[in-house]
């Protein structure tokens, strides 16, 4: 292959032209640029020379590979002469990459059993996507905040990338699938174990978000409207062939994620899914052992107190060391209470409340509610006793999960403020105003921000370049 491969003098020859071009509409852009105004004038004018340069000269370079009897040397006739294959002559293709669209001319292959092939295209990597990753991967990173309208014309901006609105968001929904399944499978796990972990201590949360989805009545009008508006311009319809994709029964479906994390929060780690409470906890099973939970030193998971979310972690993960309460989850429902008996914004309500947080944080539950017990016998009935009788009902239930005194000197969190901001991370993007989601792509989304914000990004566009 040594005679294959390109060298520099063939470049700087095949770039001659282009340079010399590239050099005058620089000095053309700072000769005509006004006193005053020299950067402001000049610097659109050389920043599209250097574009169309870069894109040429890339084209150019990959017009020599081309000529170096690839066609010749990766044709099936030379590798597989067994078949009858029949030259269908070349035919040109373009593939979009981070220097700009390429375009390339390569001969097709055909025969009755394996169809057309180019031979060429599995050399450059293009046979199955017509963008590189370099652009797959702009084109997700600025999906993360930004809607695809804006999102596209950012690209074309920033990067001098042109892809219509509409691809655009074909692109980053392939590539949000292309995500959810590879950590759904065993070839994407994060770069990190219990073993690496502050004291060797691994913290769990899990939590459900309401996310917006498409129902069916608003598909049936979305395809009537574009239906009516493709007969108006007298165009056929582009809809892909096959079962249209069904609508939800309803405008929000919650949707779950399971987070992992150290202490000190170097290591974090986070999955969601659109699946019920029994999806999730096969979730946190799966990606409990990618990060070797059963090894930690110490694990124990921090929640809101859900009932579904506490089962799951003691069928899921019985290796935890503790379930814990979030604090500020209790100390909610304890100020619902302070307000029914003091009402909302009074002085004695915010007296009862750190009084009654002081007795759980201090010295457990148990003491808080004995406390509470005494209120009960004040207020025998009434919406002052409902609220009472309701607190006791939730804290009684989850005694085990409130026994902060024994938590603060095990040195545990006792908040769990960041699953809660892996919720909002990973959902913001889908909360948009007006947005509504099929459930598949809405989860394809989440899996990119899982990537991103559990610092897993890099990595995991390493071993797509690398696959």
Known sequence: MEDKKITAEELKAAWTKDIDALAEKVAAAMNSANPGHIIDDSEEPVRDANGEFRQQSYQKAMDLL??????????????????????????????????????????????????????????????????STGVREMASRLNLNEAFIPAS????????????????????????????????????????????????????????VMVPI?????????????????????????????????????????????????????????????????VLGRIMRREAGKIKIGQAE????????????????????????????????LRDHVIATSYALYGEGTKKAKEWREDMMGYVWNQG?????????????????????????????YVTKRVDMTDYPSFRQQGYDCGSGPTESFCGCLTTRLKGRGMRWDKDNAEGIMALGSLYYSNQWENYWKNERAA
Not at 101 to 128: E, M, Y
Request: one cysteine or more; glycine letters at 6%; aromatic letters at 8%.
């Open 214 to 278: 498409v129902t069916e009545e608003q598909k049936q009008k979305r395809r009537a409207t574009e239906k009516a508006r493709q007969e108006k311009q007298g165009k056929k319809s582009t809809r892909k062939r096959g079962r249209p994709k069904s609508g939800s029964d309803g405008p929000y479906k919650e949707f779950k994620l399971v987070s992992f994390y150290d202490s000190d929060k170097s290591h974090k780690y986070a999955v969601g899914t659109s699946g019920n409470h029994e």
């Open 66 to 131: 081309q000529s170096k009897k690839l066609q010749e040397d990766f044709s099936p006739q030379q590798k597989l002469p067994h078949l009858k294959w029949e030259n269908k002559g070349p035919q040109k293709t373009s593939c979009l990459t981070v220097n700009g669209p390429l375009t390339i001319t390569r001969t097709i292959f055909w025969n009755s059993h394996q169809g057309s092939v180019a031979p060429v295209d599995s050399l450059l990597g293009i046979d199955k996507e017509k963008y």
């Open 153 to 208: 014309g950012n690209l074309l901006r920033m990067a001098q990338l042109s892809i219509s609105h509409s691809a655009f968001r074909d692109l980053v929904e392939r590539e949000g699938l292309r995500a959810m399944q590879a950590i759904t499978s065993s070839s994407h796990a994060p770069d990190w174990t219990s073993h690496d972990c502050t004291n060797k201590t691994v913290i769990t949360g899990a939590d459900g």
């Open 298 to 329: 110490a694990a124990y998971s921090v929640t809101d107190g859900a009932e579904w979310i506490y089962r799951q972690y003691k069928i899921q993960l019985p290796m935890l060391d503790e379930n814990i309460l979030d604090y500020f989850h």
């Open 365 to 393: 539950s148990m003491v808080m509610l004995d406390k509470i017990n005494n209120y009960k016998r004040r207020h025998k009935d009434g919406p002052k006793r409902e609220s009472l009788d309701e607190l006791c009902q």
